[in-house]
């Protein structure tokens, strides 16, 4: 295992550099946190932007309009444009950090062809409709229901937590396709063109006033067969491979940007046991980013790291500590102290860390019975 970075990888970084201090100076502002479509624009021009100068899909294939480079090289472009503070994907999460790996992995060419240019140069928005009412943490016992007509599923049921689905042209879509099945054996997993009839989307407000979130209504919407990834009823396997994204790859520019905010904590810290406090967070963060780096390794010699498992977990629970520690540092200047106002939000936003792609439970759930060989829960 070697932790460092090659000399070509530094030569890109460097490039890279320069060229994000360039495109920074001119950026226009970012739009108002609920003009979606000021905030779809922003986000795909800017990928836009990171397509046409060789820096979009650095680990897809060329093919698909990728670069096939090295996952250090992704590490280094994570670490610079989250050290220049520098649009994050945005709206192009779902597209880019799973649903596009997903259809890399289990899609069919035409699939590919169809989607993975689009997502990279910012021209197709994903969402994701996974989890139900009744079906979160036991995602398996979903119930949206999809019967075969002729070329086409035709889909009843309700998502909800949909994130970013206001803006949605493609959604991650799971349906339960044999319902006499054991629960993980009927499942299977479509993708949702937005613009079918039968959809209807409604807007979740959130603690923080925010409208990221919609729940889906599907009303005998007609999918077409074709828009299938991976056979009939085996879709428990291909979500296992997207919460393998989503859980993995999908946190490591936040762990950077976490590291970011220990720095801007710091000066305002002045009570020893609290500065303490926060050297146990940098160090845990640090240790999370070591394990990246080691399970980027890994992967890259093709070896499959158990450290994935662990990676969600950990800074999640993490950035939460942080959170919380920086409202008790900062007390009620937190509120007014100019620099240090997104603390709050901050805050508020760390609690849905450790529910977002499966709680910390579940995760435990996951480590105990995958990674140390516990006896799996009864009832799942
Ligand atoms: C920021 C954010 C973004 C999200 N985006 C999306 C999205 O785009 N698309 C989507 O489909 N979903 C999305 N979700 C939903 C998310 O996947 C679910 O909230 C999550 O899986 C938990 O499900 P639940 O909310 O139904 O909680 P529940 O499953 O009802 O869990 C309630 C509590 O019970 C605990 N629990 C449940 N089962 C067990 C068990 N077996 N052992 C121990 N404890 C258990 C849980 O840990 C939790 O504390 C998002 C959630 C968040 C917070």
Same mark, same amino acid.
């Given at each position: ?22 495109? =920074? #100076?001119? @950026?226009?502002?970012?739009? /108002? *946190? &609920? ?10 021009? +800017? ?91 036991? =995602? #398996?016992? @979903?119930?949206?229901?999809? /019967? *075969? &007509? ?10 909800? +937590? ?99 905010? /220990?720095? &801007? ?116």
């Amino acid at each position: 295992m070697d932790l460092r970075y090659s000399d070509e990888d530094e030569a890109f970084r460097a490039e890279l550099r320069a060229w994000l201090a360039a495109e =920074l #100076a001119v @950026l226009a502002p970012q739009p /108002v *946190r &609920d003009d979606w479509d000021a905030r779809r624009r922003w986000d795909t021009d +800017w990928q836009r932007r990171l397509f046409d100068a060789g820096y979009a899909g650095l680990s897809w294939p060329k093919e698909y309009g990728g670069q096939d480079a090295s996952p250090s090289r992704q590490l280094v472009f994570l670490e610079e444009t989250t050290r220049a503070r520098a649009p994050y994907v945005g709206v192009n999460f779902v597209g880019l950090l799973h649903a596009g790996p997903t259809i890399v992995a289990e899609g069919t060419d035409e699939q590919k062809a169809a989607h993975l240019p689009k997502i990279l140069r910012g021209e197709e928005v994903w969402c994701q409709g996974f989890s139900e009412p009744e079906a979160g943490s036991d =995602l #398996a016992s @979903l119930r949206t229901r999809a /019967v *075969r &007509d002729g070329d086409h599923y035709v889909v009843t049921g309700q998502k909800i +937590w949909c994130s970013f689905g206001q803006v949605g042209d493609f959604g991650e879509l799971l349906v339960r396709t044999d319902p006499d099945a054991p629960k993980h054996q009927g499942i299977t997993w479509l993708i949702l063109p937005m613009d079918l009839g039968g959809i209807e989307v409604r807007p979740l407000k959130t603690v923080l006033g925010s409208s990221e979130f919609v729940e889906l209504f599907l009303d005998e919407v007609r999918v077409p067969v074709e828009c299938r990834v991976g056979e009939e009823n085996d879709g428990w396997r291909v979500t296992n491979v997207t919460l393998s994204f989503e859980r993995g790859t999908a946190f490591v520019s936040e762990l950077v940007d976490a590291t970011r905010l /220990v720095e &801007d904590l710091a000066p305002y810290v002045s009570d020893p046991a609290q500065r303490r406090e926060l050297g146990h967070v940098a160090a845990e963060l640090d240790a999370v980013w070591a394990l990246t780096k080691r399970n980027v390794t890994q992967a890259s010699r093709g070896v499959s790291g158990r450290g994935a498992f662990m990676i969600k977990l950990a800074y999640s629970e993490a950035r939460q500590k942080l959170g919380e520690l920086s409202l008790r540092a900062l007390g009620r200047d937190a509120l007014v102290v100019d620099g240090v106002g997104e603390f709050v939000e901050e805050r508020l936003r760390t609690l849905a860390l450790t529910i977002a792609a499966g709680t910390s439970q579940i995760q435990r759930n996951i480590l105990g019975e995958r990674v140390l060989g516990l006896p799996k829960e009864s009832s799942r």
